[in-house]
């Protein structure tokens, strides 16, 4: 059974940084393309980003591209998303989520087989 922890969230003044981290417990975590999605108060749930499974590459979002990095350590059965020059709009509950294969740029969150339970990220102006 594969488990996702995501930690990191906080609140923070806009212009600053978070690191979110996500911890799978799975043997073959690194098999799994890796997902981070975020939901705000009242919206849908929105992709941020993906990771391949041996973290070469990445797939962003329009709204944090260039402001976002996701990496991942596969030793460690984490991936973090760094964020940086965080914007008010950036407020949202993260998720993780996995999915098996090799491919990457998958944007649809029905595409995700595992989730983690959300981390709280407030940015305040």
């Known amino acids: 059974q594969v488990q996702v922890v995501e930690s990191g969230g906080g609140l923070v003044q806009a212009g600053g940084t978070l690191r979110l981290s996500c911890v799978v417990s799975?043997?073959?975590?690194?098999?799994?393309?890796m997902g981070w999605f975020r939901q705000a108060a009242g919206k849908e749930r929105e992709f941020v980003a993906s990771?391949?499974?041996?973290?070469?590459?990445?797939y962003y979002a329009d709204s944090v591209a260039g402001r976002f990095s996701l990496s991942r350590d596969n030793v460690k059965n984490t991936a973090y998303l760094q964020m940086n020059s965080l914007k008010p709009e950036d407020t949202a509950v993260y998720y993780c989520?996995?999915?098996?294969?090799?491919?990457?740029?998958?944007?649809?969150?029905?595409?995700?087989?595992?989730w983690g339970q959300g981390t709280q990220v407030t940015v305040s102006s």
């Open positions: 799975a043997h073959t975590f690194s098999t799994y393309t």
């Open positions: 989520a996995l999915r098996p294969g090799t491919s990457w740029r998958i944007v649809p969150d029905t595409r995700y087989d595992y």
């Open positions: 990771i391949n499974w041996s973290g070469a590459s990445t």
